[in-house]
């Protein structure tokens, strides 16, 4: 296992079990490019096919640095994480993204942009001082942190994503932990929220031959924690929720029927003006492949993220 930039890597081969087996690997998902499926197959279409380019988010570009600040918060010795040290990591870790995404810098361009950039900040320092009262970094030393994870399922599906955290107990039980940088959602869209836990809990799964014990989302926009233990039973449903998911890619790809899905998400989407729900037409499907990276073709280069 190596660690770079991108974060520590578990690369494995396409034998991997329960029930492994050397498999060919005919495609790729990962949970943001699932749940761009389930969200809307034409936002999917845009992304994945196309590859059509979207402004920077601010959002966005904040909940990558609360995640910077809080990996690089484990780097210092166990006394020093402290709420001033994670503070002052936040400009050296603004620095750096907008050195390794100059177009970052557009958000903030306008006139009145410095004082935007300024509450924007300020809302990050909020998220990161409100992480210190979900639990005390002092006492904890995780296994992992930005861990890039890959399975291939018997169907040749390959399955892959980074995991913000994983701590790993004296016992050998397992706790895969994500941070969010928007508010819990509500009840009935809880379980929206826990497929992309069961995903890295699958994938681990399969890689450790062992179920993780405790599934735990921690959302720093209003302070609550989402915890879950999940089961045999659960990763085999989420397996064939995957697999489901898939086919229907599958299929939208061979009949080239990518339909909308309107939701209040649309009022955010790049796409809105492209969009047929709303009088717009989509390009032309590519005839080939379009080259240009993505992240839903090189995770490993650009973190997707999860937090809205």
Known sequence: MTTTEAGSEAR????????????????????????????CPLLYRFRVIDKLPERPSAAAARGTLVHAVLERLYDLPTAGRTVAAALDLLDPQWERLLAAEPELAELFAGEGGETERAEWLAQARLMVERYFTLEDPRRLEPAERELFVETVLESGLKLRGFIDRVDVAPSGDVRIVDYKTGTAPRADFEA???????FYALVLWRLQGRVPRLL????????????????EADLRATQRKVEALWAAIRRAMESGEWRPRASRLCDWCDHKARCPQFGGTPPPLPSAPVERPSPADLESAARERDDL
């Open 216 to 231: 735990q989302l921690m959302y720093l926009g209003n302070g609550e924690v989402l915890r879950y233990e999940p089961d």
């Open 192 to 198: 929206r929220a826990l497929f992309q836990m069961k």
């Open 12 to 39: 494995v081969p396409s034998t991997d079990g329960p029930g492994g087996g050397a498999v060919p690997v005919l495609g790729s998902l990962s949970p943001s490019r699932a749940g761009d499926f389930m969200t």
